[in-house]
Nanobody, 123 residues
Framework: QVQLMESGGGSVQAGGSLNLSCAASGYTSRMAWFRQAPGKAREGVVAVNYDGTTDYTDSVKGRFTTSKDNVKNTLYLQMNSLEPEDSAMYYC????????????????????WGQGTHVTVSS
């Protein structure tokens, strides 16, 4: 069993930045950030594999950057140039499998989930 703890959410104005963190209690081979806005389905934002390979959803490319500290088992998400459309509950997810890269941004590819951290971007 792996426990995930997110932190770093908050409220910012459009154009601002936030940095989210997700600390994992044990080994994971793949971690990801998902988000869910009110009334919308949960969507994959970015996934990172054990070898550092990443996959970003198109809407955040060039604005969001993920990194992983393998010693601390911590995943980070640096979010720049935030837009009101980025407002959502952000969830950290992890799995111990490898999976197909084409499915890394699908929520059913992850066994472990954090409680989420809220991000609000005002215009």
């Amino acid at each position: 069993q792996v426990q995930l703890m997110e932190s770093g959410g908050g409220s910012v104005q459009a154009g601002g930045s936030l940095n989210l963190s997700c600390a994992a209690s044990g080994y994971t081979s793949r971690m990801a950030w998902f988000r869910q806005a009110p009334g919308k389905a949960r969507e994959g934002v970015v996934a990172v594999n054990y070898d550092g390979t990443t996959d970003y959803t198109d809407s955040v490319k060039g604005r969001f950057t993920t990194s992983k500290d393998n010693v601390k088992n911590t995943l980070y998400l640096q979010m720049n140039s935030l837009e009101p459309e980025d407002s959502a509950m952000y969830y950290c997810a992890a799995d111990r499998g490898i999976g197909s890269r084409t499915r890394w941004l699908m929520e059913n590819e992850y066994e472990y989930w954090g409680q989420g951290t809220h991000v609000t971007v005002s215009s």
